[in-house]
T-cell receptor
């Protein structure tokens, strides 16, 4: 199994440009999570999907951020327009299991991350 | 509102020593408490996890101690090795697998 795949691994862009981060979850997993990691704020959950449906987007910092999951094998996180304060490492994670109390014990598998630098 | 508080921020231990990282949580809805390990340039990976109906869980050199009444839990690494040098995150989990992470602890084990 290839694990969670993220692309690109590194992205350098200029302020105001649109940035799209991509994620391919592990096959068979039905939950997908987007996180942002910075030194100041640690690991923050931005949004998560269950069966391709967004469940909680309360962590999305503002309207410049949007995420989609058009099918079970692909998700995108878009920032438009990007700002220097968006510079961070963005992780995608997926998890097997279904909804309900027992599913909370299932491990989240993280991708290698995308390091975003906005100049 | 930070729901999981982790300490210390950094920890230096000699090889063979015991590393202890502590976490406290506020959300009583958490029903799953994992610890993740992250090496530089990599994504976090699950190390060990515990459910609130258990007070202790041990896997090899790694042990979680859980105190439900105090809403605290800790990670103990016995016989710490230089290869254990990494960032460790505790977390609280709820239904759908949503995790709230602590701020992380950078562990350095000197040879």
């Amino acid at each position: 199994d290839a694990g969670v795949i993220q692309s690109p691994r590194h992205e350098v862009t200029e302020m105001g440009q649109e940035v799209t981060l991509r994620c391919k979850p592990i096959s068979g997993h039905n939950s997908l999570f987007w996180y942002r990691q910075t030194m100041m704020r640690g690991l923050e959950l931005l949004i998560y999907f269950n069966n391709n449906v967004p469940i909680d987007d309360s962590g999305m910092p503002e309207d410049r951020f949007s995420a989609k999951m058009p099918n079970a094998s692909f998700s995108t996180l878009k920032i438009q327009p990007s700002e220097p304060r968006d510079s961070a490492v963005y992780f995608c994670a997926s998890r097997p299991g279904t909804s309900g109390i027992q599913s909370s014990y299932n491990e989240q598998f993280f991708g290698p991350g995308t390091r975003l630098t906005v100049l | 509102q930070q729901q999981v508080k982790q300490s210390p921020q950094s920890l230096i231990v000699q090889k063979g020593g015991i590393s202890i990282i502590n976490c406290a949580y506020e959300n009583t809805a958490f029903d799953y408490f994992p610890w993740y390990q992250q090496f530089p340039g990599k994504g976090p990976a699950l190390l060990i996890a515990i459910r609130p109906d258990v007070s202790e869980k041990k896997e090899g050199r790694f042990t979680i101690s859980f105190n439900k009444s105090a809403k605290q839990f800790s990670l103990h690494i016995m016989d710490s090795q230089p290869g254990d040098s990494a960032t460790y995150f505790c977390a609280g989990g709820t239904s759908y697998g949503k995790l709230t992470f602590g701020q992380g602890t950078i562990l350095t084990v000197h040879p």
